[in-house]
């Protein structure tokens, strides 16, 4: 299997004409980014624990494929696969469905109540010419004997999963009266040891079940930190190509690149505001880590927080009015949180003496991040209402946990066999999924917005 | 690995092996055939001496869990990088602070950056002028031991000093 992945080869450095800080803050390149052939790193998704007990059952009848040889995708697999991932749902097995069907007229709702399906989804692929494929789907409510959702879709071979996601969106939307996920992505870090043994850091962006990676940013040093824009179209992250942790802009189309941070010191921990105009970061050039707002079209620099500590891991309140961050001010690490326009600090965590790495649920109810259990480092939620923990996993080194846009599943790090993988787990905590790579360790997930 | 240097290798081997075979008390003190040949090898070749003025050959500081703070170890290790750069005062030093691999990436990137910082003031207190210093963090990003284990993390937990 071989894949294609983008390559920085040059860049070409050209400064803004600025009175303070020129080449410390923004700084413009031009990145060419080349197609090259390399061995596929795909991801596997594993599942470890089944949401079977809690989650809504249902059926997809295998979408019928209507030409000859293989299909090319299948996509009622990956449909399945999306609902089961989300812990709302519970997708019957081809053992337990009473039939198949794949045209409405064929569909007998009395047999999908005595299997306990609460909702059916039916469908078929055909092709209608060289690359090009008609797909077809509808889903039924099985108790009111009704028609939901119908959609037709013609696309090319390369667009069928993306359909995929966009039917597991439709039927988590219809079904739960929430938007779905699955067809946005997931930007992460992974590393690898090269053929002369050197360590090869890959800045990635895959589809929400891990398959399709595309590398948009490979290394000799260190990468860090990726976050997303609000509009999906640039990731900002950390790179110690300079031997130093400075902060980059880069467009995910052109491939066009900016440098917003590379002051004496940290720069780092990025993190943009919801309306996308500015961005907090991390940076030490006065001595130790502050929190800084760097405002991306004015390019000034504003200073949020003033002590000794380390003051780092900033995360917007979905609002734009708060900022959450990890500091070390009374001793250990603990969760603070402080208005944009300045004021006091207020403390959110309390229980256990490590709690790093905050963010938001998309209501702005709770707040996920790492908590030091017992010598475990793993992924809790405090509730803003009344500041209370729950702990979701019981893994031994979780790392960046995030909410998915629609605040029902969360991504995290964690390291299994001696290999860092990436892991989804439902806001409950019934249901865990593991993305791990064939080869090297991956790591620092984070969710994109909504169908970027 | 060509086969001429292969064999040369092992002939080196079978030499250390036969300078093991005629100390049979220390041979007998280690567990596995493999340690007695490093151990035979110390003795007999040549010891790493230090040259008197020369740059110290210590060029780790390490450090315990979620700490900054310089050890007497440490301290000795430092006055001696102090004595190379006060009789050599044209050279300068970068001092780069790791972390292990627990606790989120973002925070030990600034405690790695806090025990760069800590080595630093030492070297300022032993008489070298800051101007001579720069301190940079990789925080949990390049270990030196892959290992998810208490012995890789305190090999990871460090600054490099480096020349």
Same mark, same amino acid.
């Given at each position: 299997m071989r894949r294609n992945f983008c390559v920085n080869l040059i860049s070409i450095q050209k400064s803004f004409d600025m009175t303070n800080f020129r080449k410390i803050l923004f700084t413009s390149f031009v990145t060419v980014l080349a197609l090259v052939s390399t061995p596929a790193h795909a991801?596997?998704?594993?599942?470890?624990?089944?949401?079977?007990?809690?989650?809504?059952?249902?059926?997809?009848?295998?979408?019928?494929?209507?030409?000859?040889?293989?299909?090319?995708?299948?996509?009622?697999?990956?449909?399945?696969?999306?609902?089961?991932?989300?812990?709302?749902?519970?997708?019957?097995?081809?053992?337990?469905?009473?039939?198949?069907?794949?045209?409405?007229?064929?569909?007998?709702?009395?047999?999908?109540r005595?299997?306990?399906?609460?909702?059916?989804?039916?469908?078929?692929?055909?092709?209608?010419?060289?690359?090009?494929?008609?797909?077809?789907?509808?889903?039924?409510?099985?108790?009111?004997?009704?028609?939901?959702?119908?959609?037709?879709?013609?696309?090319?071979?390369?667009?069928l999963r993306s359909v995929a996601h966009q039917i597991s969106d439709l039927v988590y939307e219809k079904l739960t009266g929430e938007k779905g996920v699955f067809g946005s992505r997931i930007a992460y870090v992974s590393q690898e040891r090269g053929k002369d043994g050197k360590r090869l850091y890959r800045l990635s962006i895959a589809d929400s079940d891990g398959v399709n990676p595309q590398t948009i940013l490979s290394s000799a040093e260190p990468l860090m930190s990726p976050a997303w824009s609000p509009d999906g179209k640039q990731l900002a992250y950390v790179s110690f190509e300079q031997k130093r942790s400075m902060v980059y802009l880069q467009d995910l189309k052109q491939g066009k690149r900016v440098r917003v941070a590379a002051f004496r010191g940290i720069n780092s921990a990025p993190a943009w505001s919801p309306d996308g105009a500015r961005m907090a970061v991390t940076l030490s050039k006065d001595g130790n880590p502050e929190i800084?707002?760097?405002?991306?079209?004015?390019?000034?620099?504003?200073?949020l927080t003033f002590n000794r500590a380390i003051d780092t891991e900033p995360a917007w309140s979905p609002d734009g009015r708060d900022l959450v961050f990890t500091s070390d001010r009374a001793g250990g690490p603990?969760?603070?949180?402080?208005?944009?326009?300045?004021?006091?600090?207020?403390?959110?965590?309390?229980?256990?003496?490590?709690n790093a790495r905050p963010s938001y649920s998309p209501d702005g109810q709770q707040i996920t991040m790492i908590t030091r259990r017992n010598g475990k480092y793993n992924v809790g939620v405090i509730s803003l209402a009344d500041k209370s923990m729950q702990v979701l996993t019981d893994t031994?080194?979780?790392?960046?946990?995030?909410?998915?846009?629609?605040?029902?599943?969360?991504l995290y790090a964690t390291e299994r066999q001696g290999r860092g993988v990436l892991a989804s787990v439902s806001a409950d905590g019934r249901v865990r999924h593991l993305f791990t790579l064939t080869e090297g360790d991956i790591r620092e997930p984070a969710w994109s917005p909504y169908n970027p | 690995m060509?086969?001429?240097?292969?064999?040369?290798?092992?002939?080196?081997?079978a030499l250390m092996l036969s300078a093991c075979a005629s100390k049979p008390e220390e041979a007998a003190t280690s567990a596995t055939g493999e340690e007695a040949v490093v151990q035979g090898a110390a003795e007999e070749g040549a010891l790493a001496g230090e040259e008197l003025g020369g740059r110290p050959s210590v060029m780790r500081i390490h450090f315990a869990f979620d700490s900054s703070a310089i050890d007497s170890d440490n301290r000795e290790t430092l006055e001696a990088h102090a004595a190379y750069l006060n009789a050599n005062p044209s050279i300068n030093v970068k001092l780069e602070g790791h972390c292990d691999e627990r606790g989120t990436? !973002?925070?030990?990137?600034?405690?790695g950056e806090r025990r760069a910082q800590s080595v630093s003031r030492m070297l300022t207190v032993l008489g070298i002028d800051s101007s001579r210093l720069t301190d940079t963090s990789y925080g949990e !990003?390049?270990?030196l031991d892959e290992g998810h284990n208490e012995a890789a993390w305190k090999m990871n937990r460090r600054v490099e000093i480096i020349y």
């Open positions: 991801i596997i998704t594993i599942t470890i624990t089944e949401g079977g007990e809690g989650g809504t059952p249902i059926a997809i009848s295998p979408f019928k494929w209507q030409g000859s040889g293989s299909v090319p995708t299948d996509v009622s697999g990956i449909v399945t696969a999306d609902l089961r991932r989300s812990g709302r749902f519970a997708p019957l097995t081809r053992e337990q469905m009473p039939a198949e069907p794949f045209k409405d007229k064929d569909v007998v709702f009395k047999d999908w005595l299997v306990k399906a609460t909702a059916l989804v039916i469908g078929h692929v055909t092709p209608v010419k060289p690359d090009q494929y008609r797909v077809e789907f509808r889903l039924y409510d099985v108790f009111r004997e009704r028609q939901l959702a119908g959609y037709r879709y013609t696309v090319k071979a390369d667009r800084y707002i760097i405002d991306i079209a004015k390019k000034s620099l504003q200073r603990q969760i603070y949180r402080k208005p944009v326009a300045g004021g006091q600090a207020e403390r959110l965590s309390f229980e256990g003496n490590y031994r080194l979780d790392e960046s946990p995030s909410f998915a846009p629609n605040g029902q599943m969360l | 060509k086969p001429i240097s292969k064999l040369l290798l092992l002939f080196v081997f990436r !973002e925070y030990n990137l600034a405690l !990003e390049k270990p």
